[in-house]
């Protein structure tokens, strides 16, 4: 029993969580300047986050990688029930409700982590040839990528829809497609472009692009420029930050965070955010160099490396102006529960692939 702790201990990414900490203290600072009652909430979440960590990381997961497909098509499940019984909030048909208690969940948020456990539960039961997967093999796997990409989007959250499909086309790339297939992709999408945005981009989502190809930005994306220019190099005072203390910053705690953190620590605070987040994304990508015979987690860390990059760069853009106006939340910095937990939930899902990655050597060598 020992051997196995010592084991555990020996395999477990602490990089990892040295990159995850500072996020999450950082996301309670700015919290908790602008409203304390939000801030006690984010430290309930906090909590409940750590439990679910310590729960998802002991969880027998490489000896039961059989389920995953059937989690995958519970998910598509409840992508479908969204459909037809789920809850409409501000114009959007996202959650379902649980029976008898009030609450709701939000399919696509639960998805993100079986939707990486998947691709990568497929990559391994058909890894790719030395010339990289061909047309057949993309048919297949794109399959699994564009079912809860349709569902989602359909509900509708084209932001969240859009990220997913990214990620796994964007993990297979890791992993390898013959070029020809790229080359292909790219020219049949810039000659339906125009049809896409005629005939399947709602009115809403067509004015937030026009919003953010006029020549004056909608009024969040003015108070947000105005709160980060006013930051300077080193920004200024709590009590000083005006932007944010008297109202002008609106969703100050979740989408626009980006904007205070600027206005309270100017650019300098930008960016050791920013660097932060490439440190961790770096390292979860060099995963696919140091665990290349291990596909399960070389999928699994890069649709991660892909969810932050994704999530953290379209919120930065458009905070400053340079992409539409889409509510996508800072990862592990934005107020809020659904995706702080959800990350914390697929980085222990991660910890779980690499801690337990030699069990099975392990029980086999005590069978013997």
Excluded at 61 to 70: D, G, S
Excluded at 206 to 228: L, M, N, T
Aim: charged fraction near 15%.
């Amino acid at each position: 029993m020992r051997f196995i702790d010592k084991r555990i201990i020996s395999q477990f990414d602490y990089p990892l969580i040295v990159f995850i900490i500072p996020l999450i203290v950082l996301s309670y600072h700015l919290v908790s300047e602008i409203n304390e009652t939000l801030a006690q909430r984010q430290l309930g979440y906090f909590t409940l986050a750590i439990f679910l960590f310590l729960g998802v990381f002991f969880l027998p997961l490489r000896r039961n990688l059989r389920i995953i497909p059937f989690l995958y098509w519970v998910g598509v499940g409840l992508l479908l029930a969204v459909e037809f019984i789920g809850v409409t909030k501000l114009g959007a048909q996202r959650w379902l409700q649980i029976p008898g208690t009030g609450m709701t969940i939000q399919p696509s948020e639960l998805i993100k982590p079986i939707f990486l456990l998947m691709i990568g539960y497929l990559v391994k039961n058909r890894p790719p040839p030395a010339e990289g997967y061909n047309l057949k093999d993309f048919v297949y796997f794109s399959i699994y990528i564009l079912i809860p990409f349709v569902l989602i989007a359909k509900e509708p959250d084209l932001g969240t829809a859009l990220i997913l499909i990214l990620v796994g086309y964007g993990i297979l790339f890791i992993i390898g497609v013959n070029w020809r297939i790229w080359a292909t992709i790219l020219v049949v999408l810039a000659t339906i472009s125009p049809f896409i945005y005629t005939n399947l981009i709602k009115d809403y989502q067509k004015q937030r692009i026009k919003d953010f190809i006029s020549e004056e930005p909608s009024y969040h994306v003015q108070q947000s420029i105005i709160a980060i220019g006013s930051g300077g190099l080193t920004g200024k005072a709590s009590e000083e930050a005006t932007q944010t203390q008297l109202k002008f910053l609106p969703i100050a705690t979740s989408d626009f965070i980006f904007a205070y953190l600027v206005e309270r620590h100017g650019y300098v605070g930008a960016l050791l955010l920013i660097v932060i987040y490439i440190f961790l994304i770096l390292h979860l990508l060099s995963m696919n160099y140091y665990f290349s015979d291990d596909y399960v987690v070389r999928c699994f860390a890069s649709g991660i490396a892909l969810l932050v990059f994704l999530n953290m760069s379209v919120n930065i853009f458009m905070v400053i102006g340079f992409a539409p106006v889409v509510g996508l939340p800072l990862p592990l910095v934005s107020y809020g529960g659904s995706s702080f937990i959800n990350f914390i939930v697929i980085f222990a899902i991660l910890e779980n692939l690499l801690a337990f990655r030699f069990m099975d050597l392990y029980n086999f060598e005590r069978k013997l």
